[in-house]
């Protein structure tokens, strides 16, 4: 644990990941974890995860919720403002197929329909722990030790 | 409340009362409802309207006025045929209405004549499909709407 | 943290956004003209003021009442209570006590206690959260951090009990689905202790701290004709005064016997909403550990009738938000034939617009805020000026560096 934690500590310093948040039509359920993660106890900023106003500045697009067509548009405006190199992370269950809405005459069927999805991180909603899980996953390439609760999948 | 009151709204309008376990139903014709709900909601304590419900009932779009006092609520109810689904909002004499109706005008597609989002839409997406039932109509399809909207 | 933010601000301004004149900020457009982008609120200013606000909430809609019809009745628990992920715990119990009124049923008191804590554990945890994310929109972060952090103690909780945090499916017809563990009793009463110490120092805080008092007092005033024209729900009618809760009025679950008492403010600004929304919490740790004390023996849950019987509920629960309605119609069959929500949010729109009337851009991420709508809602809003016949969109980061900036030049 001791050397996991050096390393990540070592490799957090190395870069810092900007997020930028978009709740496409969620309940807000994905959403409130998102932020608890950045939150004391859980405390994402440590390992410099920010949230930061703007996709233009961001290296990650963390999107919740199923998309209705009125985010659609949104969401791929969204995408396109990112600069490259850039990753889209789908969290919870509705971003990645629809969830328990996936019939409803306005839900989407998960974001992949409309811009394409490096990670995936399921659960409804997805722990806090789950979601750094991800995402530490995502920019390191490989998953970080064992211990955390949750599992992300990466396509 | 005075069941006296209520009573004496109910024949002035030329409606029915019926005591139900939790709500008293007010059953007017449609062009009396305004008139209803502006009755209910001057009885003392009964100003709070906690909703407009519209059910598909066939040939008919049911529209129900929810006022809550207490433990009880007094339901104001009528219906309009789906040959001619549209009446007078209550928006103007009763403002806590507009949010009501319109979403009673993008989900079941009845008019309220006056209501400001008439010929707008607060709830459903613009692309919805304009050939398409309004959603919570019964022959509305929402597999049908998905594709219609690209949804997959 | 709060600085680099303000620097990504700036650079936004550089884009086009908004533009810093000498004479201080002035908000300035439009970016992308032809684009037609979705937002909740169109605000029209004149010269400063917001004199016009039109909503759209296309947004989160999704169809659920529909769907709900082609779901069993067990099924739509699920569904309900992922309507909101805040107030979610309201959703499935309006829902369940509905469908349990349509059969003449009466749930085992145990379970009505249960129903109760896990409530008023919601609310806690609802307006704790607001007050954080309030803190975060008025330019306070450090506020933000240490109530989301106090926040987790409520969560703990209530996954310890029902094993979730967030949707936690813990309603079911005919009771609730776990039983108290054991220890967990001891560990609730200590924990609202805990939450209480805080209140009371966020009390203080907020009564004190510069940075909130200005950007909340005599900000979003309403008043008593406002609400009773209007019929706001929850909190955001009580600062007016109007000592109107449903869980007193009209209670269910075990508010009969643990009956809370109504918190109201008289100012009618943000202001009075947090001592109210803290007022609340200190409220209902009090019911919570009541409750806990005199948690009744016997079952937690009962045998409920395969079928519901034919026949229409009304009922409504006090969600943290305020009243949530839900009107529920059986044909008899084994799915719903129509079940209509109204949130507490929906209420309360109306009575927001009026709060941000006579206000300017830098208020607005506050008064919004300040009627507790869901997140999604300040995601996007459209500002539209009727002097210069200008249109643009904004999102909420850029509007609440906007609102830190105005504050910190006055």
């Known amino acids: 644990m001791g050397s996991f934690r050096t390393g990540l500590t070592k490799w957090a310093r190395k870069r810092s990941i900007w997020v930028f948040h978009v709740n496409a039509a969620s309940c807000n359920g994905c959403d409130i974890e998102i932020l608890a993660a950045l939150t004391p106890r859980y405390d994402a900023e440590r390992l410099g995860v920010e949230l930061v106003p703007s996709p233009r500045h961001a290296d990650v697009l963390l999107v919740t919720g199923t998309t209705n067509p009125m985010m659609r548009e949104r969401l791929r405006t969204v995408y396109e403002q990112m600069p490259e190199p850039r990753h889209v992370v789908a969290i919870g269950a509705c971003a990645l197929g629809g969830g328990v809405m996936k019939d409803c005459y306005s839900a989407g069927s998960g974001i992949d329909s409309v811009i394409p999805v490096d990670l995936y991180i399921p659960g409804c909603p997805p722990r806090p722990e789950a979601i750094i899980f991800g995402i530490l996953k995502l920019v390191t390439g490989s998953p970080p030790d064992p211990v955390p609760v949750g599992e992300a999948i990466v396509k | ?152 | 943290m709060s600085d680099s933010n303000q620097d990504k601000g700036r650079t936004e301004a550089g884009a086009g956004l908004m533009r810093y004149s000498p004479e201080g900020m002035m908000p300035f457009g439009p970016i992308h003209p032809s684009l037609k982008e979705p937002e909740y609120f169109k605000l029209f200013l004149e010269g400063e003021k917001i004199v016009q606000v039109e909503p759209r909430i296309g947004y989160v809609h999704r169809g659920i009442e529909r769907a709900a019809q082609e779901r069993t009745w067990v099924k739509n628990i699920y569904l309900f209570e992922r309507i909101c992920g805040i107030c979610s715990f309201h959703h499935s119990l309006t829902y369940t006590e509905g469908v349990e009124a349509l059969a003449p049923f009466e749930i085992p008191r145990r379970a009505k206690y249960l129903r109760e804590v896990i409530a008023e554990l919601e609310r806690i945890h609802s307006h704790l959260l607001w007050l954080g994310l309030l803190g975060h929109w008025a330019g306070f972060d450090t506020l933000f951090m240490w109530i989301w952090k106090d926040r987790e103690h409520i969560l703990d909780l209530e996954e310890a009990l029902t094993g979730n945090r967030v949707n936690k499916s813990y309603t079911t017809f005919g009771g609730v689905r776990n039983d108290l563990p054991d220890g967990l009793a001891a560990k609730i009463q200590s924990e609202m202790g805990f939450i209480e110490k805080r209140v009371e120092y966020y009390k203080s805080l907020v009564q004190s701290e510069e940075t909130l008092n200005v950007r909340t007092k005599g900000v979003g005033r309403i008043n008593q004709t406002i609400a009773q024209k209007l019929c706001p729900v929850g909190p955001l009618l009580r600062c007016t005064g109007i000592a109107r809760d449903v869980r007193y009025e009209d209670p269910y679950a075990a508010y009969g016997e643990v009956p809370p008492q109504v918190q109201t403010s008289n100012d009618g600004d943000i202001a009075s909403l947090m001592v109210l929304r803290l007022n609340e919490i200190t409220d209902s740790c009090r019911m919570v550990k009541e409750a806990i004390e005199k948690m009744p023996s016997g079952p937690y849950r009962v045998s409920f009738p395969r079928s519901v019987p034919a026949g229409e509920a009304t009922t409504h629960v006090e969600a943290p938000r305020g009243e949530l309605f839900y009107f529920v119609k059986s044909g008899g069959g084994s799915v719903p034939e129509r079940v209509k929500v109204r949130t507490s949010t929906l209420a309360n729109i109306l009575t927001a617009i009026e709060m941000l009337k006579g206000h300017t851009l830098a208020d607005v991420p506050v008064v919004l805020t300040g009627m507790d709508p869901c997140f999604g809602c300040m995601d996007r809003i459209s500002v539209v000026d009727v002097d210069e016949s200008k249109e643009w969109t904004v999102g909420g980061e850029t509007l609440r560096n906007y609102g830190i900036e105005y504050y910190r030049r006055k």
């Open chain 2, 1 to 152: 409340m005075s069941s006296d009151d209520l009573a004496a709204l109910a024949s002035d309008l030329g409606g029915t009362l019926a005591v139900g376990p939790k709500s008293t139903v007010l059953s007017v014709p449609p062009d009396k409802v305004t008139e209803a709900c502006v009755g209910v909601s001057s009885l003392p304590g009964w100003n709070h309207l906690s909703t407009i419900t519209g059910i598909d009932l066939g040939n008919e779009i049911g529209l129900l006025y929810h006022f809550w006092k207490g433990r009880r609520f007094i339901q104001v109810r009528t219906q309009v045929p789906k040959s001619a689904p549209r009446l007078k909002s209550i928006s103007t004499a009763l403002a806590a209405g507009t949010l009501y109706e319109a979403e009673i005008q993008d989900l079941l597609g009845v008019a309220f004549e006056g209501n400001p989002f008439l010929g707008k839409k607060l709830l459903l997406p613009d692309m919805y499909p304009p050939n398409a039932p309004p959603p919570l109509r019964k022959d509305s399809d929402p597999e049908k709407i998905r594709k219609m909207m690209d949804l997959e």
